[in-house]
């Protein structure tokens, strides 16, 4: 093992030191003895050292700045580093959320803009964007869905439908509001299943939860007729923003008729994505669930007048909710999503929908003649193959995934959604170039030959990495936590 290699415990060597303290300008103080740690082994090492450790570090991490990051569903796109410098500005930055409403103009009157921008994004009149995730905002809209059925003394409507191809917050979020959660399946296009739906609409449902397009990239054909037949039957229709960025100035969901939705501001508005956070769900909603938002939301609180500009503030709707987190949600998040909307414009929006969803049909074309395609139609920005070749059988997803990281490329989400039981799921974003996707395609395809040629390469991969192969079940059951 060479230095290079050496943790840095190992580096360590008695003497070296990386820092100097000034000499201090007040009388000196003996630490209280209770106070005192002995027995803590810090390594000794020059500054050198220590940078050349964490840079080294550093560089064994995989980002979207060094490579392509195809995870289906979660949709990891370059983000611009302007909007990253517009969250940074000094002025933003060092806001406090008690600070009089007076000094902080300029940050409610972006969130009060911000509002607006996916209001129309949207077809909604009405938004929040205080809820701190895609889940967060995902369980406000259903908790407005059981306060505005509550008020209408239907009490006795407790199923929320949940496709089998949603996503795995869905149920958690209807469980959490007190639902009674029921399956819809996918028929054989990728759709909802009508006859299933219409089989499970009664006096009991109160609402279904749509991701659309759904976890395997399609837009459902039949979308105007689930929601009529779920407001026919007296239940209310939760639009799953998650993978808004195929639809953006193409598509309102509101105008399909949905009832409420959340955007998530992380995913498809400029903030990085992954990483536990933060992040920014903002809910939109009709106008007959608007005083149902959780609060506070931006509003205008004085008229301007010739003399005097308006003053924005916040307010809390009729019969909100409530609060889903401190003060006025993730307010660096919301300056990115703003900074991105502004740049791009209507169009620039529009744009990264053609371009996500050309992609995505690129990838999908080019492939699959090499790897199975479930549901073979026109996908939106991501799409789902199933790795089951019958002159291969002990090939499975994860090997393929594990063999892309010998090609330099993060692996895409596998094993979901978990109606295709081998799937690998793709999505190529619009910020990926036509040469990026090009490699990707060699890569994927040179590995579909491997499998059939030489299978042990791909059940021992990766070996170009800095680590091999983890055993990622013993990982789970076996936990090892630093005490």
């Not at 509001?177 to 009508?194: K, M, P, Q, Y």
């Not at 939760?238 to 953006?248: F, I, K, Q, R, W």
């Not at 938002?293 to 909100?320: C, F, H, Q, W």
């Not at 978990?418 to 040469?435: G, N």
Request: negative net charge; proline residues 7%.
């Amino acid at each position: 093992m060479d230095a290079t290699e050496k943790t840095i415990f190992e580096l360590s060597a008695t003497g070296r030191k990386g820092f100097r303290f000034p000499s201090s300008d007040v009388p000196s103080s003996d630490l209280p003895e209770s106070l005192q740690r002995k027995d803590l082994p810090l390594p000794e090492l020059s500054e050198v050292e220590v940078v050349r450790h964490y840079t080294r570090l550093s560089r064994l991490n995989y980002s979207l700045d060094n490579g392509m990051y195809p995870l289906g569903s979660c949709t990891m796109k370059y983000n611009p580093k302007i909007c990253e410098k517009a969250a940074r500005i000094s002025a933003f930055a060092n806001l406090h959320p008690l600070q009089p409403i007076e000094s902080v103009q300029g940050a409610v009157l972006i969130l009060y803009e911000m509002q607006i921008i996916l209001q129309e994004i949207s077809g909604f009149p009405a938004c929040s964007l205080t809820p701190a995730a895609g889940a967060q905002g995902e369980f406000g809209g259903v908790k407005m869905i059981a306060a505005s059925l509550r008020d209408r003394g239907e009490t006795q409507r407790k199923i929320m439908l949940i496709p089998d191809s949603a996503h795995g917050t869905n149920p958690a979020s209807s469980v959490m509001s007190g639902f009674e959660c029921l399956a819809v399946r996918t028929d054989e296009r990728g759709n909802i299943d009508l006859n299933d739906l219409t089989s499970k609409c009664n006096e009991q449902l109160a609402g279904i939860m749509i991701t659309n397009p759904n976890t395997l990239g399609l837009f459902d054909e039949n979308i105007v007729e689930v929601i009529r037949i779920v407001h026919q039957a007296g239940g209310l229709v939760y639009g799953d923003g998650a993978n808004m960025n195929a639809l953006l100035g193409i598509v309102k969901p509101a105008e399909l008729g949905f009832d409420v939705m959340h955007f998530n501001l992380h995913k498809t508005f400029a903030t990085p994505h992954g990483g536990g956070g933060p992040g920014a769900g903002a809910i939109c909603c009709t106008e007959q669930l608007k005083a149902y938002l959780p609060g506070p939301i931006a509003d205008i609180l004085e008229e301007a007048t010739e003399e005097v500009p308006p003053l924005y503030g916040y307010r809390m709707p009729e019969k909100s909710i409530g609060m889903l987190r401190s003060f006025w949600g993730h307010f660096g998040i919301i300056v990115r999503a703003y900074c991105y909307c502004m740049m791009l414009g209507a169009e620039g929006l529009r744009r990264v929908a053609e371009y996500a969803t050309l992609n995505a049909n690129y990838l999908m074309e080019a492939l699959k003649q090499d790897y199975p395609l479930p549901y073979d139609r026109t996908c939106m920005h991501e799409f789902v193959l199933d790795v089951k070749w019958p002159d291969a059988p002990g090939i499975r997803a994860l090997d393929v995934a594990k063999r892309l990281m010998d090609y330099k490329f993060h692996p895409p989400t596998n094993y979901f959604p978990l109606i295709v039981h081998e799937a690998l799921m793709i999505e190529p974003t619009e910020t990926e170039s036509k040469e990026t996707l090009d490699d990707f395609i060699k890569a994927m395809k040179t590995i579909a030959r491997e499998a059939r040629e030489n299978p042990e390469l791909l059940h021992q991969a990766p070996t170009e990495t800095p680590f091999g192969r983890m055993d990622e079940v013993k990982a789970a059951r076996d936990l090892k936590i630093a005490e």
